[in-house]
């Protein structure tokens, strides 16, 4: 990996600085109890209503199910995330039952919390040692084919977690993008008061 090269421009935390999204991985067996304690994290970020509309589905390498989930993936994608540990699909619910009421409704704010769960998610992977890439590059409606996910949730996102390998195992092309990547600074993201961003 290249020098991490972030600096935050407030007081921070130094795991945010620290989380990022590699491509290479060591392909070391993650053992399920250590995927589930991510898990456990994302599933205590806030929602609206303690909907908590996120699920996760996933397939750790080597046991059955690893080539039907890598098969989901892209072909780019596939080429460097068969090297992982385990992959994830992030779904969401779309509708829920508000306290006091008897029907489901819809869950308005179901991807805005499904987002929050991934961080959680993606911040206990770091700081167990272990790094996650999230991925828009796969077939969401194979997915929600081929795992059998009924209507009613939203299949957002695929996810590859992993221990960071050498960036030389990577094509030549996606060595040179193997580092920390930078963020807009924060005039550009919040403003007081009306947008002028």
Do not use: C
Request: glycine share 6%.
């Amino acid at each position: 990996m290249s020098e991490n090269t972030r600096s935050s421009e407030y007081p921070i935390d130094p795991q945010f600085l620290n989380r990022w999204s590699p491509r290479a991985f060591t392909g070391e067996a993650i053992p399920e109890e250590t995927l589930l304690s991510f898990v456990d994290a994302a599933r205590w970020a806030p929602s609206a209503y303690n909907s908590q509309p996120w699920r996760f589905l996933y397939a750790r390498r080597d046991t059955p199910n690893w080539e039907r989930f890598l098969s989901l993936l892209n072909e780019f994608n596939r080429s460097w995330a068969q090297h992982a540990s385990a992959l994830v699909i992030v779904i969401a619910k779309t509708h829920f039952t508000p306290p006091g009421g008897k029907e489901e409704v819809p869950a308005l704010w179901n991807v805005f919390d499904t987002g929050s769960a991934w961080g959680n998610f993606a911040l206990q992977a770091s700081l167990s040692g272990w790094h996650t890439h999230g991925m828009a590059g796969f077939d969401k409606e194979l997915t929600r084919t081929e795992l059998k996910v009924p209507e009613g949730y939203d299949v957002l996102t695929a996810v590859v977690v992993g221990r960071l390998g050498d960036k030389a195992s990577l094509p030549e092309g996606l060595q040179a993008r193997e580092t920390p990547s930078p963020r807009k600074p924060v005039k550009e993201l919040a403003a007081e008061g009306d947008f002028s961003l």
